[in-house]
């Protein structure tokens, strides 16, 4: 019988050798998301990452290399190699689970074999093969720590070196390469901006870069969605001619970014986003050697083997969950890398607090708003409907409605004041540009506190506004402004081709319309009730003119009307007047074709069939357009 001092050898043996196997995945997962961190922030958290990776994978592997290798009646060595190979293979399993077994992005078709249960387990098989294999295969336990040493230094290598390469510079560069720092707003309407008017509101960061550069008064979205709004502003291409027109539809592979052209002539690429939205696997992180889109306490944590599968899990037992993060943590990380850089360098830093639900931290929570927003004196929240159900935790028992508003004013203001943090860190000559992805409406149109499925102003009217200190005299830009004119704008300040772009220089270009679309949600739930179509067909489109909004449904040709001169808000349909009246009629007819031709454009790519679970998730989380 074996001694108690070798019994006690064993169980450190078996718990050293299992933690170090699996430490080695736990290095080869840090080392994998190390490779894109500004060092100057994150080598204090590197290290912390690696060692908590190597706890939690090591403390599985050691428990269960523990039940695997009985103690008695074992040589010392095979002992040892035992639970070594369950040290490693662990981490292998767990990481076969999660990739097995983690939703795809929304809207993606997902690979061969996921989320089945039989191929998970013939994994599992071969993989108990491999190891008791090898388990028979060894003699000793020299070579044990040599073995462990050996995959963490091979897995890590691998990992640090094995992404894609960034381009190349260009021969030629252009003569201006001006620090570029694009702020996009996620969710947020000119009308509570002071430099569209609005007195109420906080935003005099946004303000002072208006008044201090060019404003567009009339800016509008392509669309009302992140993902695809996002994809216009940074490839000058609208969902007419990319095909994105809902969240998770990846970015061509043939549509170039203005991060991949500004890296090519030079400029060191940062990107910091706010929300899984932008993931950056759907295209948006091309061309950035920095893609920020790790919303953990510590960087780089999420991308080990067990928060990972504990986020898998939190998602699928809660759909309403939204993975995103504060301006502040965000502006943070950008904040640093920019502070590392030693040449002109492009920095997109994307702010996520506007979107619902709607909860601003201290002091801007009470900022706007005084008083119980639950007793039940307050009435006026009675006559909101249709709210989406990730929202409805954050208004159970709200009774004012005011209050609701003003916590959207809150964010807004928030957001501002990271614009504003963002301002001081950087080069007064800096080529600045803050535009809005999409708007938000509050009541208007019947629509509560959501976006997504309407093409009115509302939803689509943002604040934009380029200041190029000692380059552009201040000045406001009445003619229509679309999103996917973002890009164009930024090239052609530093001199650089459009080429490809269907967007325009926004300053120097004047646009006669600046159209948009988006698919029609009612319409293709009541006809995919009704059987007549299994994936979303039909859609909205529309045109913004410097004093009107026009909207036509695809299904009926249907057109809306708006004069926005007197109707700020675009809440009346004029269609029926103006159509009557001989001034307006063949003027509006004519607009009529305009916005129809948008509808002739192939945008199937985004039109794809969803399983019930994905669209439950899709219509908790807000994102369902179809």
């Not at 070196?161 to 260009?170: D, F, I, L």
């Not at 299904?555 to 103006?578: K, T």
Request: proline share 7%; with cysteine.
């Amino acid at each position: 019988m074996t001694s108690l001092p070798s019994r006690l050898e064993l169980v450190v043996a078996r718990v050293g050798f299992a933690a170090a196997g699996a430490a080695a995945f736990g290095v080869f997962e840090a080392a994998r998301s190390l490779r894109q961190w500004p060092l100057g922030l994150h080598f204090g958290g590197g290290a912390l990452v690696i060692a908590l990776g190597a706890l939690t994978s090591g403390a599985v592997g050691a428990g269960v290399g523990l039940l695997l290798a009985p103690l008695p009646n074992r040589p010392l060595g095979r002992s040892r190699w035992l639970a070594f190979l369950v040290g490693v293979a662990v981490p292998v399993a767990m990481y076969l689970y999660v990739l097995l077994f983690t939703d795809p992005p929304p809207f993606q078709a997902p690979a061969p074999g996921h989320g089945s249960v039989p191929v998970f387990a013939g994994v599992l098989v071969a993989l108990a093969a491999a190891v008791i294999g090898l388990y028979q295969g060894v003699r000793g336990a020299n070579s044990v720590s040599t073995a462990a040493l050996v995959l963490a230094s091979a897995g890590g290598a691998w990992a640090w070196t094995g992404g894609s390469p960034a381009p190349a510079p260009a021969k030629t560069a252009p003569s201006s390469r001006p620090n570029i720092l694009l702020v996009t707003l996620d969710t947020t309407r000119a009308d509570r901006m002071g430099a569209y008017g609005n007195t109420s509101v906080d935003t005099r960061h946004f303000d002072a870069v208006a008044a201090a550069g060019v404003r567009f008064a009339n800016a509008t979205a392509v669309a009302a969605v992140t993902g695809p709004s996002h994809t216009a502003m940074l490839t000058g291409t609208g969902p007419w001619d990319n095909g994105v027109l809902l969240n998770g539809i990846p970015i061509p592979a043939t549509t170039p970014l203005l991060s991949e052209r500004l890296r090519a002539s030079g400029w060191h690429t940062g990107a910091f986003v706010s929300a899984y939205v932008l993931d950056g696997t759907l295209g948006f992180s091309r061309g950035f050697e920095v893609y920020d889109d790790d919303f953990g306490l510590v960087p780089g944590l999420s991308e080990l083997l067990v928060p990972r599968a504990i986020t898998m899990a939190h998602r699928h037992a809660d759909p309403d969950w939204i993975l995103e993060r504060r301006g502040a943590d965000t502006v943070d990380h950008a904040m640093s890398w920019i502070g590392d850089q030693d040449g002109p360098w492009f920095a997109w830093v994307h702010l996520f607090d506007a979107h619902g639900p709607y909860a601003p931290p201290p002091p801007f929570d009470t900022r706007y708003y005084a008083g119980d927003p639950r007793d039940p004196a307050h009435t006026s929240m009675a006559k909101v409907s249709g709210i989406a159900s990730y929202l409805l935790p954050s208004l159970k028992g709200i009774t004012d409605l005011d209050y609701v508003l003003a916590q959207y004013d809150g964010e807004v203001s928030y957001a501002d004041s990271q614009l504003g943090r963002l301002l001081e860190a950087v080069p007064k000559d800096t080529l600045l540009v803050v535009v809005g992805d999409h708007g938000e409406a509050l009541g208007e149109h019947g629509v509560w506190f959501n976006h997504g499925d309407d093409l009115y102003e509302t939803s689509l009217h943002v604040p934009f506004a380029v200041r190029w200190s000692g380059h552009l005299e201040p000045q406001v830009i009445d003619h229509p402004v679309s999103g996917e004119d973002v890009a164009p704008t930024v090239l052609a300040r530093v001199g650089l081709p459009l080429t490809g772009m269907t967007g325009v220089d926004a300053i120097d270009t004047a646009r006669a319309a600046a159209p948009s679309m988006c698919f029609d949600r009612d319409t293709n739930l009541a006809e995919r009730k009704a059987g007549r179509i299994t994936q979303p067909k039909w859609r909205l489109a529309a045109d913004r003119t410097e004093a009107g909004r026009f909207v036509e449904r695809e299904i009926d040709h249907r057109h809306e009307a708006f004069d926005l001169a007197l109707d700020p808000l675009g809440l009346q349909d004029v269609n029926a007047a103006w159509a009557a009246d001989p001034a307006r009629a063949e003027a509006l007819a004519a607009q009529g074709k305009r916005t129809a031709s948008l509808l002739e454009r192939d945008t199937s790519r985004s039109a794809v069939e969803l399983s019930d679970d994905e669209t439950e998730k899709l219509r908790a989380l807000g994102y369902l357009e179809q």
